[in-house]
């Protein structure tokens, strides 16, 4: 079954802020670097996904904020998709890509679990695709409610076997 990594709405303007920096956010970035140098090893293809926020907002195109966080930037090979909703399928090419690239099964990770995560892992489940959500490999801010922390982990245990296995980043594998 052919594997991809799917990198979700990691960029700049989630890390703008000083007084609101997302849960574990440098360690979890680091994660996800070490997730794509090993999917570059073994030849696997990497989408990103780029969230495109109306004007004024953090994600904004042609803002600084836009850009992929500095640690995570594509390489021109690997497919970026700009996305205005949730759901990363929603009015974008990103299924054709990964269909068109052979993809049956994807390793998920990046921002907000809360948000594009969840929905995008419950709109692949939806479309047929095979899922390991890496558990350490996405992260969100504190709501006035609930803690980063528990809303990560919350999401981990709603999406854990009827959407998608979960797996730790140090434990991903990229093999057919």
Do not use: W
Not at 79 to 97: D, I, M, P
Not at 99 to 112: F, K, L, W, Y
């Amino acid at each position: 079954m052919k594997e991809a990594l799917v990198i979700i709405d990691v960029q700049r303007g989630m890390f703008a802020f000083p007084e609101m920096q997302p849960h574990d956010g440098v360690a979890t970035v680091s994660r996800i670097a070490g997730l794509i140098s090993r999917a570059r090893m073994a030849s696997k293809p990497i989408f990103f996904v780029q969230h495109a926020g109306e004007t004024g907002h953090p994600l904004e195109p042609d803002t600084p904020g836009f850009p992929f966080h500095e640690a995570l930037t594509p390489l021109p090979s690997e497919l970026v998709t700009v996305k205005r909703h949730c759901n990363a399928f929603q009015e974008t090419g990103l299924e054709s890509a990964l269909r068109a690239a052979g993809v049956e099964s994807v390793v998920v990770t990046g921002m907000q679990t809360n948000y594009c995560v969840d929905t995008f892992v419950r709109a692949a489940k939806e479309r047929g695709f095979a899922i390991r959500l890496v558990a350490d490999g996405h992260t969100t801010f504190d709501t006035p409610i609930l803690s980063a922390e528990q809303i990560i982990a919350h999401h981990n245990l709603t999406l854990e076997g009827s959407f998608a296995t979960l797996v730790k980043a140090d434990e991903v594998q990229f093999s057919d």
